[in-house]
T-cell receptor
Framework: DTAVSQTPKYLVTQMGNDKSIKCEQN?????MYWYKQDSKKFLKIMFS???????INETVPNRFSPKSPDKAHLNLHINSLELGDSAVYFC????????????FGPGTRLTVL | QKEVEQNSGPLSVPEGAIASLNCTYS??????FFWYRQYSGKSPELIMF????GDKEDGRFTAQLNKASQYVSLLIRDSQPSDSATYLC????????????FGRGTSLIVHP
């Protein structure tokens, strides 16, 4: 069974478009995350979300917004896509404790033309 | 700003050798330390975690933590070509946060 899944795996779109990436986890975890991994492989946290709070990395443009319909899902909406948004986006989940492992989805490679 | 530093490499070792990967962190109160492996085009997967000073062994992998010197390392014994990947160090900071900070990763190449 897939623990953390993301769709789509690849996303190619034009500048200015709005797109969404979906994420689902079946691990029963309390917390989900979105990470961006750039071309230099640097993995940077974008959002952390559980049923109590949303933590936003202040460097993330407000064109990015997480939406969680329920505990098992955290989708990422991106408005007015820019060239610099091209990257691999990973969803992850964990329990809320600091000692807990993060489980990553397979990633979505976003290319903005 | 809390930082996690790794040498980007690549670190090249012959098959059968010991690969030593290092990571330093700036937040002295950091709580938990993780090593993730990421193959090219794949997602990170956990190899080991360590919370206390000293060594922790799991098969061919040993994590070493020295909180006084603020570094954590990963040793891979009997390195195999299948170990070739990028290794990411992640540190959970002090202050009750559960969100880890990742280093930029070290690329390891194990050549036959």
């Amino acid at each position: 069974d897939t623990a953390v899944s993301q769709t789509p795996k690849y996303l190619v779109t034009q500048m200015g478009n709005d797109k969404s990436i979906k994420c689902e986890q079946n691990l029963g975890h309390d917390t989900m995350y979105w990470y961006k991994q750039d071309s230099k492989k640097f993995l940077k946290i974008m959002f952390s979300y559980n049923n109590k709070e949303l933590i936003i990395n202040e460097t993330v443009p407000n064109r990015f917004s997480p939406k969680s319909p329920d505990k098992a899902h955290l989708n990422l909406h991106i408005n007015s896509l820019e060239l610099g948004d091209s990257a691999v986006y990973f969803c992850a989940s964990s329990q809320v404790e600091a000692t807990d492992t993060q489980y990553f989805g397979p990633g979505t490679r976003l290319t903005v033309l | 700003q809390k930082e996690v530093e790794q040498n980007s490499g690549p670190l090249s070792v012959p098959e059968g050798a010991i690969a030593s990967l290092n990571c330093t962190y700036s937040d002295r109160g950091s709580q938990s330390f993780f090593w993730y492996r990421q193959y090219s085009g794949k997602s990170p997967e956990l190899i080991m975690f360590i919370y206390s000073n000293g060594d922790k062994e799991d098969g061919r992998f040993t994590a070493q933590l020295n909180k006084a010197s603020q570094y954590v390392s990963l040793l891979i014994r009997d390195s195999q070509p299948s170990d070739s990947a990028t290794y990411l160090c992640a540190v959970t900071p002090s202050g009750g946060s559960y969100i880890p900070t990742f280093g930029r990763g070290t690329s390891l190449i194990v050549h036959p």
